[in-house]
């Protein structure tokens, strides 16, 4: 049985940072793409951050470009997503989303195949 558990999320203040990690398991770590999306209440869910587990190759979305980092710990199975000088805009229930193939760009929502149950990440002004 695959699954993802996000954990990390909490309250933080303007400029302030945040690490979510989500542990990958039941599914092959290796040649997995994993993303990490983010929906606020009334919005659409995004796509903020990709890795390949396989070489290490990311993308980010416009809007957090310099500010999160997405990074893999391959011996732990466990992909992080460091957010620095986070905007109360960032506030958002974040979601881990996994497929074991190839990435292509930052891919949609229909794409990834497993899903975490969210961690929640607020940001106050």
């Known amino acids: 049985q695959v699954q993802l558990v996000e954990s990390g999320g909490g309250s933080v203040e303007a400029g302030g940072s945040l690490t979510l990690s989500c542990v990958v398991s039941?599914?092959?770590?290796?040649?997995?793409?994993v993303a990490w999306f983010r929906q606020a209440p009334g919005k659409e869910r995004e796509a903020v951050a990709r890795?390949?587990?396989?070489?290490?190759?990311?993308a980010y979305a416009d809007s957090v470009k310099g500010r999160f980092t997405v990074s893999p710990d391959n011996a732990k199975n466990t992909v992080y997503l460091q957010m620095n000088a986070l905007k109360p805009e960032d506030t958002a229930m974040y979601y881990c989303?996994?497929?074991?193939?190839?990435?292509?760009?930052?891919?949609?929502?229909?794409?990834?195949?497993?899903w975490g149950q969210g961690t929640q990440v607020t940001v106050s002004s």
């Open positions: 989303a996994a497929v074991r193939r190839v990435c292509v760009g930052l891919g949609t929502s229909d794409w990834y195949k497993y």
């Open positions: 039941g599914l092959m770590y290796a040649r997995t793409c």
């Open positions: 890795i390949y587990t396989e070489g290490s190759s990311t």
